[in-house]
């Protein structure tokens, strides 16, 4: 079992950059592949980056391509989403997920536990 708690979202103008973090407690982090996903209102989740558990390799949408870095600190049993030059089509909540198994996946299915989210919000 782990236990994900996203924090680090807020209100910030078209061009800001944000910082997201999700730190994790229970199983060994370093043993779930982790992924950040996003959903806004009245759309269906979607994803936005993954991270191996080693944290060697990243996938990301194109949506956040040049924008976003995802990376992960397992000493720490955090992981991140540093977000540059937001605008407001990102405005959306932000979820971490963590998968039990190697690689790193986009599709929500792989994923095992969730967070709350986090909202994110860019103001034009």
């Known amino acids: 079992q782990v236990q994900l708690v996203e924090s680090g979202g807020g209100l910030v103008q078209a061009g800001a950059s944000l910082r997201l973090s999700c730190a994790a407690s229970?199983?060994?982090?370093?043993?779930?592949?982790e992924g950040w996903f996003r959903q806004a209102p009245g759309k269906e989740r979607e994803f936005v980056a993954a991270v191996s558990r080693s944290g060697g390799r990243t996938g990301y949408a194109d949506s956040g391509k040049g924008r976003f870095t995802i990376s992960r600190d397992n000493a720490k049993n955090t992981v991140y989403l540093q977000m540059n030059s937001l605008k407001p089509v990102d405005t959306a909540v932000y979820y971490c997920?963590?998968?039990?198994?190697?690689?790193?996946?986009?599709?929500?299915?792989?994923?095992?536990?969730w967070g709350q989210g986090t909202q994110v919000t860019v103001s034009s």
């Open positions: 229970g199983r060994i982090f370093s043993s779930y592949a």
């Open positions: 997920a963590a998968a039990d198994r190697t690689g790193y996946y986009s599709t929500a299915e792989a994923y095992d536990y």
